[in-house]
Nanobody
Framework: HVQLVEFGGGLVQAGGSLRLSCAAS????????LGWFRQAPGKEREFVAA????????YYEDSVKGRFTISRENAKNTVYLQMNSLKPEDTAVYYC????????????????????WGQGTRVTVSS
């Protein structure tokens, strides 16, 4: 049984930083990719970032490139999203996710590529 739990959301002023964490239980993450998604009020859930099982390949949505960094610590069974230079449009509930299949790299950009999700952590960026 796989469970993902996100931490680190909160209220921050524009230009500030937050570091989100996602801790997994029920599996070791060393052979699984991980992704971050976000959902703003009234909008569809959208891709933010993803990282391969090895940590050697990362992907980012264009609007967060250069500001957000996804990383992982397999020894802690945890994935992180470092968010810098936050903007009001980054306001959303952020979710981490992982697929059922080992070494899966297809459809990393879509919620359909993932099977297990955390409960979400809310990020609010004020202007």
């Amino acid at each position: 049984h796989v469970q993902l739990v996100e931490f680190g959301g909160g209220l921050v002023q524009a230009g500030g930083s937050l570091r989100l964490s996602c801790a997994a239980s029920g599996r070791t993450l060393s052979s699984y990719g991980l992704g971050w998604f976000r959902q703003a009020p009234g909008k569809e859930r959208e891709f933010v970032a993803a990282i391969s099982w090895s940590g050697g390949v990362t992907y980012y949505e264009d609007s967060v490139k250069g500001r957000f960094t996804i990383s992982r610590e397999n020894a802690k069974n945890t994935v992180y999203l470092q968010m810098n230079s936050l903007k009001p449009e980054d306001t959303a509930v952020y979710y981490c996710a992982t697929p059922e299949d080992e070494y899966y790299t297809g459809r990393y950009y879509s919620p359909e590529g993932y099977d297990y999700w955390g409960q979400g952590t809310r990020v609010t960026v004020s202007s």
